[in-house]
């Protein structure tokens, strides 16, 4: 946990300065405040607003945006002691507090080491002199930078850089040179915080499905649009503001992906990049639940494989529902050879809100079922289907009878609780399955996705344990 204690008060309230500690966690933050007795009680307990600024002991500037109060006090000697959970800090400026004018920033800056595997570039080349190993020449050249122009008014860019340390002692000098990289988002005009906060998380999606494996940059470094200034050499400067990214999700993986695991790696793709990353933003917000249930199911803590195989289950219905849709029958055969009839066959007689309930439940019955729709997802990937799982038909009916033993229970049923087994092949396939159409999506060429799904180790390790279906 890290701590920052410095005075604090709410933008337009300056009058109201008071000391404070602000402690940050992997989830948002906790900031403490004690308003002593001599601010005014109205400053103290009314003093609300969308930012909260703070100076810290070392002179670091703070803004605190998107909190709320969880508790306050107070004493006999009038001091308000006051706690607000905090959601997003930013560090190195106080940003604007102009309700009409929201502040905007040039570009943004994401230290992203999680990348350098689906890159896969090093600028490290070794000469060990004559194999002896007695002299040796560490050399290092940045990989050349990798730009990609989405033609949608954004450009990202794909950055190499080194950091070194040197720790001397009397006897020897140690040095530890390493690698880094970067991602820039930089659009074509001035952007507010929330353009670049929502354009990381669709493309931390896009490249952790890429990967097989949750990555995520750690903070955002955003170069602002305001409190700008000219030296005397004419070069403009303007402030870098810097907020950590606090996500729920994270690898299980305690070591780094290696390539072999690698599921799309850029140099497969970096032709049609452009076309992919753009229509991947341009769908995300039609992704979007379904990106929530595959994360929350695969990448957070301690998942109970029951409710990880709903999400799944859940995540793939919702995909079909949004790209694919599809009917028993033609929509206009249903309203006038099933509906009507049916509809008409209603006693009137019955009460209104049940006449409602059965109305409503008409316009169900010519959607397709879970088995159905899980069926013709898996006929688009047949070839990774039939590899790893064997007859996929039969598979797709286990899934749904599973999915209905949790969700529509009955006396008479005859499905069967599945087994601790049963339920971890049953969510690599749907995990499997859900990752191929996602990428499909993107416009992402199929015979890639197809040719580097069945080359990934990472499936390949995924199925071993379970027998392929047979007829």
């Given amino acids: ?64 945006i998107d909190f709320f109060e969880t508790s306050h006090s107070g004493n006999t000697k009038h001091a ?10 930013i560090y190195g400026a106080h940003i604007p507090a102009n309700n009409d004018v929201k502040p905007t920033y040039q570009s943004a800056i994401l230290p992203w080491n999680g990348l350098k595997v689906l890159f896969g570039r090093t600028g490290f080349t070794f000469d060990a002199g004559a194999h002896d190993f007695k002299s040796m020449q560490l050399n290092y050249l940045a990989p050349k930078k990798i730009s990609v122009n989405l033609g949608n008014g954004l450009t990202i860019e794909i950055s190499y850089f080194i950091d070194r340390y040197f720790y001397p002692s009397p006897e020897t000098e140690c040095i530890t040179i390493s690698e880094n990289l970067s991602l820039c ?3 074509d005009v001035p952007k507010e915080f929330n353009y670049y906060e929502k354009a990381t998380a669709e493309i931390r999606d896009f490249f952790s499905i890429c990967i097989g494996d949750y990555s995520s940059p750690d903070a955002l470094t ?19 503001v810097t907020t950590p990214l606090n996500y729920v999700y994270k690898s299980p993986k305690e070591r780094k992906v290696h390539s072999y695991e690698l599921f799309i790696p850029y140099e497969e793709i970096s032709g049609e990049m452009p076309l992919i990353l753009a229509t991947w933003l341009d769908i995300s917000d039609k992704l979007a639940p379904i990106k929530s249930l595959y994360f929350s199911a695969l ?13 799944l ?12 849709a599809g009917t028993i029958l033609p929509k ?19 009460p209104q809100d049940a006449l409602s309930i059965f109305e409503q439940r008409l316009g169900y019955l010519n959607e397709l079922s879970l088995r159905n729709r899980i069926l013709e997802l898996m006929n688009e990937h047949e070839t990774v289907l039939s590899a790893y799982v064997g007859v996929y038909e039969k598979i797709a009916k286990r899934i749904a009878d599973a999915r209905n033993y949790y ?16 339920l971890i092949e049953y969510k690599s396939t749907l995990a499997l399955l859900l990752s191929l159409c996602m990428l499909k999506e993107s416009n992402m060429p199929i015979e890639i996705i197809h040719s580097r799904a069945l080359a990934s180790q990472k499936y390949k390790w995924m199925f071993s344990g379970f027998r392929k279906i047979e007829r």
């Fill in 222 to 240: 955003l170069i602002a649009n305001f409190d700008c200034r000219t030296t005397d050499n004419g070069e403009n400067l303007c402030p870098r």
């Fill in 332 to 350: 206009k055969n249903f309203k006038e050879k099933v509906r009507e009839p049916l509809r008409n066959a209603i006693p009137s007689d019955l």
């Fill in 299 to 311: 990448y957070t803590d301690h998942t109970n494989h029951d409710a990880s195989f709903l999400a």
């Fill in 313 to 324: 289950s859940q995540a793939l219905e919702v995909f079909h529902r949004r790209f694919r």
């Fill in 407 to 422: 969700t529509h229970y009955s006396e008479n049923a005859s499905n069967r609780q599945p087994t601790f087994r049963d």
């Fill in 80 to 89: 308000i002691s006051k706690t607000y959970f905090v959601n997003r800090i």
């Fill in 185 to 187: 988002l930089i659009p």
């Fill in 1 to 64: 946990m890290n701590e920052e204690v410095g005075y604090w008060w709410f933008a337009g309230f300056d009058q109201a300065k008071a000391s404070g500690k602000l402690e940050r966690a992997d989830h948002g933050a906790t900031l403490r405040i004690v308003f002593d007795d001599k601010i005014s009680h109205h400053d103290a307990y009314f003093g609300l607003g969308e930012i909260i600024y703070g100076v810290t002991s070392s002179g670091q500037k703070i803004s605190l």
